[in-house]
Nanobody, 115 residues
Framework: QVQLVESGGGLVQAGGSLRLSCAASGILFRIYAMGWYRQTPGKQRELVAG???????NYVDSVKGRFTISRDNAKNTVYLQMNSLKTEVTAVYYCNEALSPFGYWGQGTQVTVSS
């Protein structure tokens, strides 16, 4: 059974950085494209960054140049390095399969950016 455990969120001032981690289990991690999603109250969850099983990456325009997604297949972990944080990125962040999300979602990790 798939399990996704996100961590690394917190409260940070605008301009600061955070590194999110997502540990996956119960799947053959290396074959999947993985992504980081975010959700704010009243809005749908949106994909902000994705990485293919070959390591190609893509980002939503609003985070390009500031966020970097990476993966470590040996650790079944996907990361999101978030730099130059802005208040508008405040959300709960989740990881999941980037093309066709698994039915299971982890608890997410809260990122709060203060001005």
């Amino acid at each position: 059974q798939v399990q996704l455990v996100e961590s690394g969120g917190g409260l940070v001032q605008a301009g600061g950085s955070l590194r999110l981690s997502c540990a996956a289990s119960g799947i053959l991690f290396r074959i999947y494209a993985m992504g980081w999603y975010r959700q704010t109250p009243g809005k749908q969850r949106e994909l902000v960054a994705g990485i293919t099983n070959a390591g190609s990456t893509n980002y939503v325009d609003s985070v390009k140049g500031r966020f970097t997604i990476s993966r470590d297949n040996a650790k079944n972990t996907v990361y999101l390095q978030m730099n130059s944080l802005k208040t508008e990125v405040t959300a709960v962040y989740y990881c999941n399969e980037a093309l066709s999300p698994f039915g299971y979602w982890g608890q997410g990790t809260q990122v709060t950016v203060s001005s």
